[in-house]
Structures are given as structure tokens and as C-alpha cells.
């Protein structure tokens, strides 16, 4: 008998070096709880508020670099937000389209109190049918990276310190084909 296992969903896990040296610059960049109608606070429509972006181009490239090993190709950020959680905010379940990658940085966060990015299996478990889901071990200055198309959501913060995120949205192999037809029809 042989087992095939044809199907793998990649979640990639790095740590920022020199975390505590970029995270109060960053905090301090990063725009301030304003919750709206959403679920949690977040930039994500508003770009004017998006004064972090030196900072967060500082300290992503290494970790970009080491992501584009692993995965074996190239990856180019298109968008990056931040979302602040305070007490009952959370994020429902959702995913960031169909092909490409999707990254969160954690970055006020504590493990012992908050709870990280919870991701649901696109399978059921065959014998029972049951829902799968996956909850990586995370502390501050660690990005997860995962495919774009997979489901996953935030629990909702159950504490009175906020739990603060950047999470960034990274082109697919046939945008990035695109994305350099263009850049070489202007050149």
C-alpha cells in the first residue's frame, strides 16, 4: 500500500531581527485605535494614515528575502494595513483573494493574554468530517505568511491591552508576470 499526500497548504513562519530595536519606532508611526463600523480598528481604506511604510520597508526586506528562498520565486508587496484589537474586537472569518500570499506581523502581542491568527483547513478530516483548524505558536516581531486563498480568522481579544497587527497582501506569480510586462512597457 502506498500513501499520497497531494495536497499541502504552506504557513511560513520568520522573526524580524532586531525586533526590539524597530517596534517602538514603528508603534509610534502606526495610526491610533478608531474602530468605525468594523469588527477591530484598521487602515486598511484609509492610506493617509499610513505614515509607517518607511519603517516597515526598513525591516520586511530581510525577512522578504529568506521568504523568496523558501517559496522559490519572487514576491512583491501590493498592500499593507494595520488592525488594533482592543477588548471584544475581533476579525470574522475571511481570506484575501485567490492566488498570492498574505502576511501578519504581530506586532504589540502577548502570547500569554492574546490569541494569534486561527486558520481553518480548506479539507474536513476524512474519517469523521470534522473541521480542521490551525493556531501557530507566535510572540511579537514574527510574521506568518500563508496562501492568500485560505481561510482564517481573530478571536476576539479577551483583555484590556490591545493586540496590534500589520498584516500585507503579497502579488501571485501571473500578477507579478503583469505587474513587470508593465513596468518594461514604460521603460
Not at 37 to 62: A, G
Not at 159 to 178: A, C, P, Q, T, Y
Amino acid at each position: 500500500m502506498t500513501i499520497h499526500y497531494p495536497f499541502k497548504v504552506s504557513v511560513l513562519q520568520y522573526t524580524v531581527p532586531n525586533w526590539s530595536y524597530y517596534k517602538p519606532i514603528l508603534l509610534g508611526a502606526l495610526p491610533p485605535y478608531e474602530k468605525g463600523d468594523d469588527t477591530v480598528s484598521s487602515d486598511y481604506l484609509d492610506k493617509s494614515k499610513s505614515n509607517y511604510l518607511h519603517i516597515f520597508d526598513e525591516f520586511i526586506e530581510p525577512v522578504l528575502q529568506q521568504f523568496r528562498r523558501d517559496v522559490g520565486h519572487a514576491a512583491y508587496i501590493k498592500n499593507v494595513w494595520t488592525q488594533r484589537a482592543r477588548k471584544c474586537d475581533h476579525h470574522c472569518v475571511h481570506n484575501h483573494g485567490s492566488n498570492g500570499w498574505a502576511a501578519v506581523l504581530y506586532v504589540d502581542y502577548n502570547p500569554n493574554i492574546h490569541s494569534a491568527t486561527t486558520f481553518l483547513s480548506p479539507f474536513t478530516e476524512a474519517s469523521s468530517g470534522d473541521h480542521m483548524d490551525y493556531t501557530p505558536d507566535v510572540k511579537e516581531g514574527d510574521i506568518v505568511f500563508f496562501p492568500s486563498q485560505l481561510l482564517h480568522y481573530a478571536n476576539p481579544n479577551t483583555h484590556d491591552k490591545e493586540r496590534v497587527i500589520l498584516s500585507f497582501n503579497m502579488m501571485g506569480i501571473n500578477e507579478i508576470d503583469i505587474y513587470q510586462m508593465k513596468l518594461n512597457e514604460t521603460n
